[in-house]
């Protein structure tokens, strides 16, 4: 199974902070990544697909990248609704799988 | 307008069974394979299973590989998971969830609001 890892788990930030996001695979998955945002109490939504995609009506603010092992997910200014739990999942095969989740939290 | 709505969770006791739906409206649900995800209370997402848009393809996680099994309807656009011998590692909210593309390794673009499955003596 292609293992999901996440850093760091939680961060805190300031609204118009910069903020990035890593996601590290155990094994090259080209571009098959896609991350989500789930607020509490939500279902999670899709903000960017195999790696660098903006989903229609994700803001411009949000930017993915990367490609084999290591990806990005990089919010240029924190927006007040941005504060969520990230997570990114692999797509190259199945068993599909997560990472643990990043949450970003109000400094 | 795109809807997916999970039922059929609820408290039940360890070794039992449970049925969960998912009913789907706003788009060609014959066309698109269909996932579960599940969510343990205060943890990660977990990939459960995932049905090809006809039935023909079914994967499982190894953690539910020969106790779960996913199904659909296409005349109902409905999905299923059946969850037998059911265990207290399995309390979670299910969420069905749509492929982003007809292609099943594509992420899931749509997802229900889940349903609550407690397994509890």
């Known amino acids: 199974d292609i293992q999901m890892t996440q850093s760091p788990s939680s961060l805190s930030a300031s609204v118009g902070d910069r903020v990035t996001i890593t996601c590290r695979a155990s094994?090259?998955?080209?571009?098959?990544l896609n991350w989500y945002q789930q607020k509490p109490g939500k279902s999670p939504k899709l903000l960017i697909s195999?790696?660098?995609r903006l989903q229609s009506g994700v803001p411009s603010r949000f930017s993915g990248s990367g490609s084999g092992t290591d990806f990005n997910v990089t919010i240029t200014s924190l927006q007040p609704e941005d504060f969520a739990t990230y997570y990114c999942?692999?797509?190259?095969?199945?068993?599909?799988?997560f990472g643990g989740g990043t949450k970003v939290e109000i400094k | 307008q795109l809807q997916l709505v999970e039922s059929g969770g609820g408290v039940v006791q360890p070794g039992r069974s449970l049925r969960l739906s998912c009913a789907a409206s706003?788009?060609?649900?014959?066309?698109?394979?269909m996932h579960w995800v599940r969510q343990a209370p205060g943890k990660g997402l977990e990939w459960v299973a995932v049905?090809?848009?006809?039935?023909?393809?079914?994967y499982y996680a190894d953690s539910v590989k020969g106790r779960f099994a996913v199904s659909r309807d296409n005349s109902k656009n409905t999905l299923y998971l059946q969850l037998i011998s059911l265990s207290s590692e399995d309390t979670a909210l299910y969420y069905c969830?749509?492929?982003?593309?007809?292609?099943?390794?594509?992420?899931?673009?749509?997802w229900g609001q889940g349903t609550l499955v407690t397994v509890s003596s």
């Open positions: 969830a749509r492929a982003a593309d007809y292609d099943f390794l594509a992420g899931f673009d749509h």
């Open positions: 706003g788009f060609s649900f014959s066309s698109y394979p």
């Open positions: 049905i090809s848009y006809n039935g023909a393809d079914i």
């Open positions: 094994q090259s998955i080209s571009t098959f």
């Open positions: 195999t790696a660098s």
């Open positions: 999942q692999q797509g190259y095969g199945v068993p599909l799988t």
